[in-house]
């Protein structure tokens, strides 16, 4: 496990960059449209179309405690 700095967070957010499939909503996860690699899952809106990608595993930087999936589209475009 690594748990690196989501950029655009200034230095706020952390996500596992060896996350998988397991370490994520299995509904949301699972599916044709979704893929996960580094940490990271991209998928298209089903109804409306468009690619999102989530980390899939975060926390606040320094602690210990997971806080689920932090959207990457909206930290890319900080």
């Avoid at 952390?14 to 994520?24: F, G, K, L, S």
């Avoid at 409306?48 to 959207?71: C, D, F, H």
């Amino acid at each position: 496990m690594a748990w690196v700095t989501v950029p655009g967070s200034n230095g706020i957010w952390e996500y596992d960059n060896t996350a998988v499939v397991t370490d994520t909503y299995p509904d949301s996860a699972d599916g044709a449209n979704s893929v996960i690699a580094n940490g990271i899952r991209t998928y298209t809106k089903p109804d409306v179309g468009g690619t999102v990608q989530v980390y899939i595993r975060t926390r606040k930087a320094g602690e210990t405690k997971e806080r689920g999936e932090l959207s990457k589209t909206y930290y890319d475009n900080q």
